[in-house]
């Protein structure tokens, strides 16, 4: 035999390795025995011809049994010998040869075998024997899984270390790849179907404190391995009646009235994780400085960071970046960008159960079905390309229309600095109640609160989308009627612009300027006449003076009376 037959690295061949051997050994079958690892292998797929696909049968075949002085009934003898040897490992270590491997502790079985010069697929078949029954290993979604605090989580460094705990000094990466690759890949005790298998019945969530039966609204008892848990938010149940004062204060100044209860149902909604029974997403629009930002930063507080992605709608198409969500509870979006959203399939997909390609990195493409809420917010709302009624039937629309601010002096509402901090470091666990009894009212009611049509939906988005567009069609006029004294019949810019303010100051979106303003009455077909001129216009004193006038369009007086209204109940 040759040195380098005689030094192999132990490790796992495959058919097309075993195949080469041979070849490079004119075929010679002797060559397999003398391998230090393929004879192993020969011996695991003759062993187990299903779960190898055969292998073995195409070895033989690549042999030509006529021109070797091997006969294939000896080949097939050596190799049973191996197989009977290997059978009998079970048993090595105890003085009457057998030995109830489960029991021992980890010290006992390192100390129980002799691990000098023992094969590395010997050692992994005794370390399977005891992790199988005292460690919680489970292998789903072509990932290796460990129990840990309550939840699966995948983990197979943790692997080499309850491997390194059994072996000591013994133990060796090649040890490692032939449990996970041999035994916990391979094997009906190690294999848990992903959606079949893993994550709470519904109307479940874990807690820091146990499993919380939403609909009951009371910890069961503690989480267990085969509750097949994968979400645990990090906020602690503190029972139904946990105080969040600033919270609910918080969401009185910040939400539409007829939005406060969408949002907690939609938050209750998240904590169902691993499904996603109503196909609804939320936006939440509003301009700058107006909380969302509070909002979505409590919400993934008491989630758990580490169960919240941020992947815009606009990336919902990526198949590669989509895998994590399986493990999320909600996807939460801060600011969505403008422009266009060229697709919308993929978006409707995962808000509506369906199955959907996902890839991981270095992992086979499957199929799954999305379980993370999506929530996004928009200070202007991108345009869609191809949107459909399905697409606007899937969201919830909720204003934040007040505006916050450090200056005392500007006419908006003051901003409380540290609210997001002290309701995260005081009130998390109420805010899980408040959540839990917005559940419980979806769970109850069957939809949400005010649930409005996909119809009403597409012209609210359409209005969110181009405000100022908005305000023209609604509100500007053609004609030059006597709107103020002394403006020989025309209405002034700036007038024109502050009612503008007014209108924008109560829709979900941030200043624009007077120019922006200007520009679009000019580009408006509709008003091919209407352009700036130079007149005099009242001071404001009782006198006159030159200013800038809309000669051909105007705001009548019903249309100014409605913006001053809706100026009125914003405030």
């Not at 004879?39 to 070895?59: G, M, R, S, T």
């Not at 969201?395 to 916050?404: H, S």
């Not at 009612?499 to 007077?514: A, D, H, N, Q, R």
């Not at 000669?551 to 007086?557: A, L």
Request: include cysteine.
């Amino acid at each position: 035999m040759s040195s380098e037959l005689e030094t192999d690295v132990q490790t796992d061949l495959g058919p097309g390795d075993i195949a080469d051997l041979l070849e490079e050994h004119d075929g010679k079958p002797v060559v397999l025995l003398q391998h230090n690892q393929a004879k192993y292998d020969l011996a695991e797929w003759k062993d187990n011809p299903v779960e190898n696909n055969f292998a073995w049968n195409v070895i033989l075949g690549e042999v030509n049994w006529h021109g070797v002085t091997m006969a294939k009934s000896d080949f097939e003898d050596s190799v049973d010998k191996i197989i009977a040897a290997s059978d009998g490992d079970n048993d090595v270590g105890a003085d009457d040869g057998s030995v109830d491997i489960p029991q021992l502790s980890a010290a006992e079985f390192q100390a129980e075998f002799d691990w000098n010069g023992m094969q590395d697929r010997k050692m992994a078949k005794l370390c399977h024997e005891w992790i199988v029954e005292n460690e919680n290993i489970i292998f789903s979604n072509d990932t290796v899984l460990l129990f840990d605090d309550g939840i699966w989580v995948p983990d197979e460094p943790r692997v080499a270390r309850i491997l390194q705990e059994l072996l000591g000094g013994h133990y060796g990466n090649n040890v490692k790849e032939e449990y996970i690759n041999g035994y916990v890949k391979a094997h009906d005790e190690y294999r848990v179907d992903w959606d079949d298998g893993m994550g709470l019945d519904p109307g479940m969530t874990a807690v820091e404190n146990g499993l919380l039966d939403l609909k009951k609204g009371e910890i069961i008892r503690d989480l267990e391995p085969d509750d097949r848990a994968i979400v645990k938010l990090s906020t602690t149940w503190d029972g139904i009646d946990a105080e969040c004062e600033e919270w609910e204060n918080y969401l009185r100044t910040s939400v539409e009235a007829n939005g406060r209860p969408v949002l907690q149902e939609y938050v209750g909604l998240c904590l169902d994780t691993g499904h996603y029974p109503h196909k609804k997403a939320l936006m939440l629009l509003g301009g700058g400085d107006n909380g969302k930002g509070v909002f979505e930063g409590i919400v993934t507080k008491m989630l758990g960071n580490n169960n919240v992605s941020n992947d815009d709608l606009r990336d919902m198409g990526n198949q590669f970046g989509l895998q994590r969500l399986r493990t999320m509870a909600a996807n939460i979006n801060s600011d969505i960008h403008g422009g266009k959203i060229k697709e919308t399939s993929m978006f409707k997909k995962l808000t509506g159960e369906d199955f959907v390609r996902v890839e991981g990195k270095h992992q086979t493409a499957t199929q799954m079905k999305n379980p993370a809420k999506m929530i996004f917010a928009a200070n202007s709302i991108p345009s869609v390309e191809d949107a459909q009624r399905a697409f606007y039937a899937r969201w919830l629309l909720v204003q934040f229309p007040n505006r916050f601010t450090k200056n005392p002096d500007d006419g908006y509402m003051n901003a409380d600095l540290s609210l997001e901090a002290r309701i995260k470091e005081n009130e998390l666990s109420g805010v899980l109640a408040w959540a839990v009894k917005g559940y419980q009212r979806l769970n109850e009611q069957g939809h949400f609160t005010g649930t409005h049509t996909a119809e009403y939906n597409r012209e609210q988005w359409t209005n969110y989308q181009d405000t100022t567009g908005t305000f023209i069609r609604n509100y500007i006029q053609q004609g030059n009627p006597v709107v103020d004294e002394g403006a020989n019949g025309r209405m002034p810019v700036d007038q024109v612009f502050e009612l503008y303010k007014k209108f924008i100051s109560t829709t979900p979106t941030g200043e624009k300027s007077k120019r922006m303003l200007n520009n679009y009455i000019t580009a408006d077909f509709r008003y091919p006449d209407a352009e700036t001129v130079v007149d005099s216009i009242p001071d404001g004193e009782g006198g006159k003076k030159a200013g800038r006038v809309w000669d051909g369009i105007y705001v009548p007086k019903e249309a100014r009376d409605e913006i001053s209204e809706q100026y009125k109940e914003s405030l």
